[in-house]
Protein backbone atom coordinates (compact mmCIF):
# COMPACT_ATOMS: atom_id res chain seq x y z
CA UNK A 1 0.00 0.00 0.00
CA UNK A 2 1.30 3.48 -1.40
CA UNK A 3 2.18 5.89 1.50
CA UNK A 4 1.21 9.42 1.43
CA UNK A 5 3.26 11.70 -0.92
CA UNK A 6 3.91 15.27 -0.77
CA UNK A 7 5.14 17.11 -3.46
CA UNK A 8 7.51 18.92 -3.80
CA UNK A 9 10.03 17.70 -1.26
CA UNK A 10 12.35 20.74 -1.28
CA UNK A 11 11.38 24.20 -2.75
CA UNK A 12 12.53 27.59 -2.13
CA UNK A 13 10.70 30.82 -2.28
CA UNK A 14 11.01 34.79 -1.98
CA UNK A 15 9.15 37.08 0.11
CA UNK A 16 5.70 37.93 -1.04
CA UNK A 17 5.31 35.28 -3.20
CA UNK A 18 3.23 32.32 -2.75
CA UNK A 19 3.50 28.23 -2.97
CA UNK A 20 1.20 25.30 -3.12
CA UNK A 21 1.95 22.14 -1.36
CA UNK A 22 0.00 18.90 -2.35
CA UNK A 23 -0.45 15.83 -0.83
CA UNK A 24 -2.22 12.30 -1.94
CA UNK A 25 -3.25 10.42 1.24
CA UNK A 26 -3.37 6.21 1.53
CA UNK A 27 -5.70 5.12 -0.68
CA UNK A 28 -9.09 4.57 1.13
CA UNK A 29 -8.54 7.06 3.56
CA UNK A 30 -10.47 10.51 3.37
CA UNK A 31 -9.29 12.75 6.29
CA UNK A 32 -6.12 14.70 5.49
CA UNK A 33 -4.25 16.76 8.13
CA UNK A 34 -1.48 19.86 7.67
CA UNK A 35 0.76 20.73 10.34
CA UNK A 36 4.21 22.89 10.38
CA UNK A 37 7.06 21.77 11.90
CA UNK A 38 10.06 24.25 13.11
CA UNK A 39 12.99 24.19 15.17
CA UNK A 40 10.94 26.69 17.58
CA UNK A 41 7.69 26.11 17.56
CA UNK A 42 7.80 21.66 16.72
CA UNK A 43 4.23 20.43 15.13
CA UNK A 44 1.82 22.84 14.96
CA UNK A 45 -1.70 22.19 13.40
CA UNK A 46 -2.80 23.67 10.52
CA UNK A 47 -5.93 22.43 9.39
CA UNK A 48 -8.03 18.94 8.18
CA UNK A 49 -10.07 18.21 6.13
CA UNK A 50 -12.85 15.28 5.45
CA UNK A 51 -14.88 14.65 2.42
CA UNK A 52 -13.91 18.06 0.66
CA UNK A 53 -14.79 19.75 4.62
CA UNK A 54 -12.71 21.97 6.35
CA UNK A 55 -13.77 20.21 10.23
CA UNK A 56 -11.12 22.19 12.17
CA UNK A 57 -8.39 24.90 12.00
CA UNK A 58 -5.03 25.81 13.96
CA UNK A 59 -3.91 29.29 14.79
CA UNK A 60 -2.40 30.66 11.92
CA UNK A 61 -3.35 33.51 10.05
CA UNK A 62 -5.19 33.48 6.38
CA UNK A 63 -2.23 33.41 4.15
CA UNK A 64 -3.05 29.85 5.21
CA UNK A 65 -5.38 27.80 3.32
CA UNK A 66 -6.16 24.76 1.89
CA UNK A 67 -8.42 22.47 0.31
CA UNK A 68 -9.57 18.81 -0.48
CA UNK A 69 -10.26 17.34 -3.61
CA UNK A 70 -13.29 14.55 -4.36
CA UNK A 71 -10.24 11.98 -4.96
CA UNK A 72 -8.89 12.96 -1.10
CA UNK A 73 -6.22 14.65 -2.34
CA UNK A 74 -5.10 17.71 -0.69
CA UNK A 75 -3.11 20.96 -1.19
CA UNK A 76 -2.28 24.22 0.71
CA UNK A 77 -1.69 27.18 0.10
CA UNK A 78 0.77 30.07 1.62
CA UNK A 79 0.43 33.32 0.16
CA UNK A 80 2.60 36.39 0.92
CA UNK A 81 5.15 34.16 1.96
CA UNK A 82 7.21 35.57 4.85
CA UNK A 83 10.97 34.42 6.40
CA UNK A 84 8.95 32.88 9.09
CA UNK A 85 7.38 30.49 6.92
CA UNK A 86 10.34 28.77 6.51
CA UNK A 87 9.78 24.97 7.54
CA UNK A 88 8.79 21.62 6.94
CA UNK A 89 5.17 21.21 6.11
CA UNK A 90 3.57 17.65 6.55
CA UNK A 91 0.81 16.26 5.76
CA UNK A 92 -1.00 12.92 7.18
CA UNK A 93 -4.15 11.01 6.57
CA UNK A 94 -6.19 8.59 8.75
CA UNK A 95 -8.18 6.28 8.81
CA UNK A 96 -11.17 5.45 5.93
CA UNK A 97 -13.86 6.70 8.74
CA UNK A 98 -13.11 9.62 9.11
CA UNK A 99 -12.77 8.58 13.00
CA UNK A 100 -11.40 10.66 15.20
CA UNK A 101 -8.43 8.26 15.98
CA UNK A 102 -4.89 9.76 16.37
CA UNK A 103 -3.85 7.62 14.10
CA UNK A 104 -2.04 9.41 11.42
CA UNK A 105 -0.11 8.54 9.04
CA UNK A 106 2.46 11.06 7.93
CA UNK A 107 4.53 12.21 4.58
CA UNK A 108 7.99 12.91 3.82
CA UNK A 109 6.81 16.29 3.91
CA UNK A 110 7.91 19.69 1.88
CA UNK A 111 11.08 21.88 2.83
CA UNK A 112 9.72 25.23 2.70
CA UNK A 113 12.59 27.84 2.63
CA UNK A 114 11.90 31.38 1.98
CA UNK A 115 14.76 33.78 1.15
CA UNK B 1 -4.26 27.02 24.12
CA UNK B 2 -3.16 23.36 25.25
CA UNK B 3 0.78 22.69 25.60
CA UNK B 4 2.39 19.58 26.13
CA UNK B 5 5.66 19.51 28.26
CA UNK B 6 8.22 16.91 26.84
CA UNK B 7 11.40 15.49 28.86
CA UNK B 8 14.06 15.34 28.70
CA UNK B 9 14.36 17.42 25.43
CA UNK B 10 17.86 15.22 25.28
CA UNK B 11 19.43 11.85 25.80
CA UNK B 12 22.37 10.28 25.13
CA UNK B 13 22.77 6.34 26.23
CA UNK B 14 24.98 3.27 25.97
CA UNK B 15 23.52 0.59 23.46
CA UNK B 16 21.59 -1.88 25.45
CA UNK B 17 20.16 0.62 28.25
CA UNK B 18 16.85 1.47 28.98
CA UNK B 19 15.41 4.73 28.07
CA UNK B 20 12.22 6.96 29.75
CA UNK B 21 10.71 9.69 28.89
CA UNK B 22 7.03 11.87 29.29
CA UNK B 23 4.89 13.91 28.72
CA UNK B 24 2.65 16.18 30.78
CA UNK B 25 -0.42 18.51 30.06
CA UNK B 26 -2.21 20.87 31.93
CA UNK B 27 -5.42 19.87 30.14
CA UNK B 28 -7.39 16.39 29.70
CA UNK B 29 -6.78 14.50 26.21
CA UNK B 30 -8.71 11.71 25.59
CA UNK B 31 -6.09 9.82 23.46
CA UNK B 32 -2.04 9.87 23.99
CA UNK B 33 0.74 8.95 21.31
CA UNK B 34 3.86 8.23 20.53
CA UNK B 35 5.58 9.03 17.45
CA UNK B 36 9.32 8.40 16.21
CA UNK B 37 10.50 10.83 13.76
CA UNK B 38 13.56 9.72 11.43
CA UNK B 39 16.08 12.61 9.91
CA UNK B 40 14.40 13.48 6.43
CA UNK B 41 10.92 11.40 7.06
CA UNK B 42 7.97 12.02 8.68
CA UNK B 43 6.85 10.78 12.21
CA UNK B 44 5.76 6.92 12.53
CA UNK B 45 2.97 6.17 15.14
CA UNK B 46 4.34 3.87 17.50
CA UNK B 47 1.92 3.12 20.22
CA UNK B 48 -1.55 4.77 20.98
CA UNK B 49 -3.42 4.51 24.00
CA UNK B 50 -6.80 5.28 24.32
CA UNK B 51 -7.76 4.58 28.06
CA UNK B 52 -6.69 6.29 30.95
CA UNK B 53 -4.81 4.11 32.96
CA UNK B 54 -3.91 2.10 29.87
CA UNK B 55 -0.57 0.17 29.25
CA UNK B 56 0.64 -0.85 25.94
CA UNK B 57 3.61 -2.56 24.52
CA UNK B 58 4.80 -2.91 21.01
CA UNK B 59 8.09 -5.11 21.26
CA UNK B 60 10.41 -3.15 23.53
CA UNK B 61 8.78 -0.21 23.58
CA UNK B 62 5.85 0.53 26.35
CA UNK B 63 3.57 3.03 27.09
CA UNK B 64 1.22 4.24 29.52
CA UNK B 65 -1.51 6.72 29.51
CA UNK B 66 -1.70 8.91 32.94
CA UNK B 67 -4.57 7.99 35.45
CA UNK B 68 -5.13 11.58 35.30
CA UNK B 69 -5.29 12.22 31.65
CA UNK B 70 -3.09 14.28 31.89
CA UNK B 71 0.18 12.70 31.41
CA UNK B 72 1.94 9.85 29.51
CA UNK B 73 5.29 7.85 29.18
CA UNK B 74 7.24 5.96 26.85
CA UNK B 75 9.49 3.28 28.01
CA UNK B 76 12.32 1.80 25.59
CA UNK B 77 14.26 -1.34 26.56
CA UNK B 78 17.38 -2.47 26.01
CA UNK B 79 18.24 0.29 23.18
CA UNK B 80 19.96 -0.39 20.25
CA UNK B 81 21.23 2.18 17.59
CA UNK B 82 18.22 1.89 14.86
CA UNK B 83 15.89 3.58 18.22
CA UNK B 84 17.99 6.97 17.71
CA UNK B 85 15.27 9.97 15.95
CA UNK B 86 12.89 12.34 17.70
CA UNK B 87 10.95 10.89 19.74
CA UNK B 88 7.34 13.21 20.15
CA UNK B 89 3.93 12.43 22.67
CA UNK B 90 0.74 14.20 21.30
CA UNK B 91 -2.31 14.57 22.50
CA UNK B 92 -6.01 14.25 21.11
CA UNK B 93 -8.88 16.55 22.96
CA UNK B 94 -12.34 15.65 23.09
CA UNK B 95 -15.46 17.28 21.81
CA UNK B 96 -15.49 19.74 18.65
CA UNK B 97 -11.24 19.69 18.33
CA UNK B 98 -10.81 15.89 17.86
CA UNK B 99 -9.33 16.43 14.60
CA UNK B 100 -6.23 18.01 15.46
CA UNK B 101 -3.18 16.53 17.71
CA UNK B 102 -1.25 18.32 20.10
CA UNK B 103 2.58 17.62 20.08
CA UNK B 104 4.76 17.90 22.80
CA UNK B 105 8.76 19.38 21.55
CA UNK B 106 10.27 16.05 20.99
CA UNK B 107 13.19 14.23 23.07
CA UNK B 108 16.41 13.87 20.76
CA UNK B 109 17.68 10.20 21.49
CA UNK B 110 20.88 9.38 20.61
CA UNK B 111 22.45 5.79 21.33
CA UNK B 112 25.87 5.18 21.49
CA UNK B 113 26.97 1.50 19.89
Known amino acids: KAGVTQTPRYLIKTRGQQVTLSCSPI?????VSWYQQTPGQGLQFLFE???????NKGNFPGRFSGRQFSNSRSEMNVSTLELGDSALYLC??????????????FGEGSRLTVL | GQQLNQSPQSMFIQEGEDVSMNCTSSSIFNTWLWYKQDPGEGPVLLIALYKAGELTSNGRLTAQFGITRKDSFLNISASIPSDVGIYFC?????????????FGKGTLLTVNP
Open chain 1, 92 to 105: ASSLPSGGTTGELF
Open chain 1, 49 to 55: YFSETQR
Open chain 2, 90 to 102: AGQPGGGSNYKLT
Open chain 1, 27 to 31: SGHRS
